[in-house]
């Protein structure tokens, strides 16, 4: 779960809770007259793999992350191999 902020046409500010990737764009505000819009932020602390270029708002943002990181635990990264030649 992960916390989104939502702003309102009001002014107001309100959080919510939703699992990762399924926070919908904009949440009925508090207020009552009016629809809150989800207030993009950046993830404290997040993994890139090189050549990443998906958006967060895509649900298989975060599922790439996930796979890449474990891809990377389970296979070390071969620098140089060894040519061998008969
Ligand atoms: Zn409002």
């Known amino acids: 779960m992960a916390l989104y902020d ?28 009016g629809m809150g819009k989800r207030i993009l ?8 793999p090189e050549g990443w ?12 992350l996930v796979e890449a990181e474990a891809e990377k635990l389970s296979k070390p990264k071969i620098l140089k191999q060894q040519e061998t030649r008969v």
């Open 6 to 33: 939502y702003r309102c046409g009001c002014g107001s500010e309100f959080e919510a809770r939703f699992p990762i990737g399924q926070a919908p764009s904009s949440l009925p505000c508090p207020c009552g007259k």
């Open 41 to 48: 932020r950046t993830p404290p602390v997040i993994f890139r």
């Open 53 to 64: 270029d998906r958006s967060p708002e895509d649900p298989d943002y975060w599922k790439g």
